[in-house]
């Protein structure tokens, strides 16, 4: 069955960096559009960033422009986040999710990972 695990979450200062990692168990991350998502206590799941199998990346929260980027290595069959310059208000549970095509809505994406937690406090 195809997991995705994610890794990399953490507690980081206002300013600082982190990248988190989705790995793939079986299908290749080369073939299908890898997305980044993340849910704030309280609030609803938001789309952060997708990486399609072919074309450009697209950024669903202005709130990342400039200061988050995703790649992928598919040697590794892995999707990357690097987040930079975070912000309390980053402070979320980060989901990796693959489906056929880069779209902003939950059902878009068959298969999730399980979460890992990022804080931004000082």
């Known amino acids: 069955q195809l997991m995705l695990v994610e890794s990399g979450g953490g507690l980081v200062q206002p300013g600082g960096s982190l990248s988190l990692s989705c790995r793939s168990s079986?299908?290749?991350?080369?073939?299908?559009?890898i997305a980044w998502f993340r849910q704030a206590p309280g609030k609803e799941r938001e789309g952060v960033l997708c990486?399609?199998?072919?074309?450009?990346?697209?950024t669903y929260q202005d709130s990342v422009k400039g200061r988050f980027t995703i790649s992928r290595d598919i040697a590794k069959n892995t999707v990357y986040l690097q987040m930079n310059s975070l912000k309390p208000e980053d402070t979320a549970v980060y989901y990796c999710a693959l489906g056929l095509r880069c779209a902003n809505g939950l059902s878009e994406y068959s298969y999730w990972g399980q979460g890992t937690p990022v804080t931004v406090s000082s």
């Open positions: 079986e299908l290749s991350v080369d073939y299908y559009a």
């Open positions: 990486i399609p199998s072919r074309g450009t990346t697209v």
